[in-house]
Nanobody
């Protein structure tokens, strides 16, 4: 059974940085895509960034140039380095894993950008 556990969220001032981690456990093999999504209060969940097992990345326009997604395949862990944070980045951030036609979500971690 695949399990995803996010960590690294918290409270940060505007302009600050945070690094999120998502560790995947279970039987994971072959091509896969790990991604980050976020959901702010009263809004739908939205895509933030993704990275394939081969290292190809993609970003939402709103975070391009500020956020960087990376992964350690040996550890089945994906990271999201978030710089120049803005109040509008406040949300619950979720990790997702896609492989072999299945989709798995983590429980989410809260990121709050505020003075």
């Amino acid at each position: 059974q695949v399990r995803l556990v996010e960590s690294g969220g918290g409270l940060v001032q505007p302009g600050g940085s945070l690094r999120l981690s998502c560790a995947a456990s279970g039987s994971i093999f072959g091509f896969n895509v790990m991604s980050w999504h976020r959901q702010a209060p009263g809004k739908e969940r939205e895509f933030v960034a993704s990275i394939t097992s081969g290292g190809i990345t993609d970003y939402a326009t709103s975070v391009k140039g500020r956020f960087t997604v990376s992964r350690d395949n040996a550890k089945n862990t994906v990271y999201l380095q978030m710089n120049s944070l803005k109040p509008e980045d406040t949300a619950v951030y979720y990790c997702r894993l896609l492989f072999s036609g299945s989709r798995h979500w983590g429980q989410g971690t809260q990121v709050t950008v505020s003075t």
